[in-house]
């Protein structure tokens, strides 16, 4: 038998990787029964993906990937008979999201405010968030943003509601505003968005321009002013 120091160290060395080895598999084998799987690319197993908690109202704060933007073809299948007035992409619930505004045809400028979103392997997804009735005209939406507006980590939606009101034999020449703003939280047996009254509240409504008793100001009628005293709101 060859007994060389150079032999010697051979078989050394071959017991020694084959520990290492042994070593790295009990590892693997360890990780892989307290995650599910084993992912050597990233440092985050796939067991632990975020998902919506079931409750009464679900607090939407981890949003559930989407497929791909919506098109229209899909908005106008979910909204039958009413016309379909704007859509616009939204960040808000989930990703992708669109928020839907339809008029229905047998109600005369009786608006709807609604978020469509496609998850994956779910399909489209509808979520009621209020009704806008005429006041004298119908109602435009000339801003429509998010923002963080209470304290969880979760951006709310911001939408501005204006009407024009002209009456030139009483003298008046104004618009009407009323901000609503949408909390991220659902109503799982309507789904129902749920109305961040707090603040809407004291954002309040009012007109802007000529009344009768004189020339009248709204302080909350464009994104800046809205942003800044949402953030007063939120200290």
């Not at 007035?85 to 989930?94: A, C, I, S």
């Not at 302080?219 to 005293?229: F, G, N, V």
Request: aromatic share 6%; proline share 6%; net charge neutral.
């Amino acid at each position: 038998m060859n007994s060389s120091p150079l032999f010697v160290l051979a078989i050394l060395a071959g017991v020694l990787s084959a520990c290492n080895n042994n070593e790295a598999d009990q590892k693997d084998s360890q990780q892989a029964n307290a995650t599910g799987t084993i992912d050597h690319n990233t440092s985050v197993p796939t067991s632990h993906a975020q998902s919506i908690p079931q409750s009464p109202f679900i607090k939407v704060s981890n949003p559930a990937p989407t497929t791909s933007a919506l098109t229209i073809q899909e908005i106008r299948s979910l909204l039958r008979n009413d016309i379909l007035v704007k859509t616009m992409p939204v960040n808000f619930l989930y990703p992708n999201a669109s928020l839907i505004v339809s008029k229905g045809r047998t109600e005369d400028n009786i608006f709807s405010l609604s978020l469509v979103s496609k998850q994956a392997g779910q399909g489209l997804k509808q979520h009621f968030l209020r009704r806008v009735f005429p006041e004298g005209n119908a109602p435009d939406f000339p801003v429509i943003f998010t923002m963080n507006a209470d304290q969880d980590s979760a951006d709310e939606l911001v939408v501005l509601c204006r009407w024009r009101i002209l009456h030139r034999g009483l003298g008046i020449d104004a618009n009407l505003y009323q901000p609503i703003v949408f909390d991220n939280v659902v109503d799982p047996a309507t789904q129902q968005v749920r109305v961040l009254k707090n603040i809407t509240n004291v954002l309040g409504e009012g007109y802007d321009g000529r009344m009768e008793q004189g020339r009248e100001f709204y302080a909350y009628k464009d994104q800046a002013s809205l942003q800044r005293k949402i953030v007063e709101l939120r200290q």
